[in-house]
């Protein structure tokens, strides 16, 4: 065994720091970006079968139910569609909806009221769809 050079040592611990630097950055996640619900619903805030009130989503807009993670529009009279309301982008949670669309407050990207489609960049991908009922006046997201 040969003995450790001060050339080997320096390059060992070079290594070692950057192992752990990698493991500590957040690639890809914003600093102020709000952390992504949990699945099914289950965080603070009601249950996600509750939904929201059908007359509580503006025809040519939606609702942001940050508390389920979810996104409810009415793109046109009647008919009710659901996203997951994380960005694809960069993990943001969408914080509005108006007539141009359903936006993301981290970088801008605007998606569309009907599919969930990107409208606007820097996003290249859709919202998740999600599965929506209505029962009774209430919208309820799956």
Known sequence: MSPITRRGLLTATGALCVAGCTGCATYGTPRDAAPAPAP????????????????????????????????????????????????????????QVTDAGITCPCHGSVFALADGAPLEGPATSGLEPRQVSVA???????
Not at 70 to 76: F, G, I
Not at 136 to 142: E, N, S
């Open 40 to 95: 099914g619903g289950n965080g603070p805030g009601p249950p996600a079968t509750q939904g929201v009130a059908a007359s509580d989503v503006p025809v040519g807009g939606g609702r942001v139910l940050a508390e389920q993670g979810v996104v409810v529009t009415q793109p046109e009279a009647g008919t009710f569609a659901a996203f997951g309301a994380v960005c694809p982008h960069q993990g943001c949670l969408v914080d």
């Open 136 to 142: 009774g006046d209430r919208v309820v997201p799956a």
